[in-house]
């Protein structure tokens, strides 16, 4: 059975608010997506039942610490992970990446040689560059081509050398939507002898995540663009993970993944993440039986969260279909993205567009007089604005549907934009 668009939204309960009777849009889940019950179901949970600190010996400690390896053994799931050892939960992406940073240069010398793009949010940029002006690294740039919207990756191989340490790299742009092949980039960078560091913040949410598929060295998401709640996730192979040193304070255990997690978790929001991956689980379960073949070796929960995640790609393809047609027959609308149907394969459904004659600020604001949610500016994607030559016009409009998105909002969203296209007043 394909996804059931009204099921889903039935979990969501934010999904059911109207502000003086305008039903709310969202379409600003690259940003962050809402939760479903299940989220606020075990957070409640956890902050009534088991509240506490871990490692102690009595009874909500003691179910606090199962709770939390619980939750690293679901992200481990829908990751693929070999182990749930090799999931460290952190603040979010940006922290967990700046703290990891700091670990990796231990082992790097002046001269050594990183590899950043100008696809990524600056949060797998910026962190790399300090630590190359720290240290004293050498930086060198993959771009990506203007016209096709992605890596350019023969330039990769000039790129590398035998000083090639970390290639920093994203699944899913952000900003424009396309999906890398971070398989060919890793097989590249390890024929070199460098790591890969893979941003799958905007991949997650939109289909089935599979680090030991992928073949790289870390992977970092957000539990917030997952329908999780405000927390981040660093996947790492467990042997780099044991070998690299992490800055930790020295009561704390040695041992993964506790290492690389510093101070005290949110532990409610760990309990929320367990609960992002059963509901995704059980979007697996109840919609997704055509794909569980696919993932017949797989246990249980990590088969139905990769089928789900199979489902939601198949479904978003159609709501990138409708988007996309849609805003390009407005005159004047140019969309910064994959626009060829054949290649909705290399995309999520994440659209970013500028619109003749009106700034993205207006955009976005009249969008939210009609309580349409979208983004505006550069999301922190500023290398890909800049590359884009952007920069300087407010970056770019983004509408960032997901799995629980239906078709006539997109058609709302469509219309709004359409009539401000036109010059009307109000969409
Ligand atoms: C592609 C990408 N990477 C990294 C981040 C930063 O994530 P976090 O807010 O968890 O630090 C974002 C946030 O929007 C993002 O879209």
Not at 142 to 166: C, I, K
Not at 264 to 283: C, D, K, N, P, R
Not at 325 to 332: S, V
């Amino acid at each position: 059975m394909p996804l059931d668009p009204d099921r889903i939204r039935e979990q969501f309960p934010a999904l059911a608010l109207e502000d003086d009777g305008q039903p709310r849009v969202y379409l600003d889940n690259p940003a962050g997506t809402q939760v479903p019950r299940r989220v606020l179901d075990r957070t409640h949970d956890y902050l009534v039942h088991m509240n506490a600190n871990a490692g102690g010996v009595f009874r909500t400690s003691e179910a606090t610490d199962a709770l939390l390896e619980e939750a690293h053994r679901a992200v481990a799931d829908l990751l693929n992970a070999a182990s749930w050892r090799e999931v460290v939960f952190g603040q979010n992406m940006t922290t967990l990446t700046f703290a990891f940073s700091r670990s990796l240069g231990r082992t790097l010398k002046p001269g050594d040689e990183l590899i950043l793009t100008r696809m990524d949010h600056d949060a797998n940029v910026a962190p790399w560059l300090l630590l190359a002006e720290d240290l004293g690294l050498t930086v060198k740039w993959l771009p990506f081509d203007t016209t096709t919207y992605r890596y350019d990756l023969d330039a990769l191989d000039g790129l590398l050398s035998e000083r090639t340490r970390l290639a920093a790299v994203n699944y899913a742009s952000n900003a424009l939507g396309t999906i890398n092949d971070v398989r060919a980039i890793c097989e590249k960078v390890h024929a070199a002898g460098g790591l890969v560091y893979v941003d799958a913040v905007q991949y997650v949410p939109h289909g089935p995540t599979d680090v030991q598929a992928l073949g790289c060295d870390f992977l970092v998401c957000s539990a917030y663009k997952f329908f999780g709640p405000h927390q981040g996730i660093l996947w790492g192979r467990e042997a780099l993970l044991e070998r690299l040193p992490a800055y930790k304070v020295r009561p704390a255990s040695d041992a993964l993944p506790f290492k690389f997690e510093t101070g005290t978790l949110s532990h409610e929001g760990m309990a929320g993440t367990l609960g992002a991956v059963e509901y995704l689980a059980w979007v697996g379960a109840t919609m997704a039986a055509e794909y569980h073949d696919a993932y017949r070796h797989f246990p249980e929960r990590r088969r139905h969260v990769h089928a789900a995640m199979r489902a939601i790609a198949a479904y978003e393809r159609t709501l990138s279909e409708r988007l996309i047609a849609g805003l390009q027959a407005i005159p004047g609308l140019t969309i910064h993205g994959i626009t060829d149907p054949a290649c909705f394969g290399e995309r999520v459904p994440t659209v970013s567009f500028t619109l003749d004659g009106h700034h993205p600020r207006d955009v976005a604001r009249r969008l939210a007089g009609a309580n349409i949610f979208v983004w505006d500016g550069d999301y922190y994607a500023c290398e890909v604005v800049r590359h884009l030559g952007l920069h300087t016009r407010g970056g770019l409009v983004r509408v960032g549907p997901c799995h629980y998105n239906t078709v006539e909002e997109i058609d709302r969203l469509v219309a709004a934009v359409a009539a401000l296209g036109e010059g009307r007043a109000r969409p």
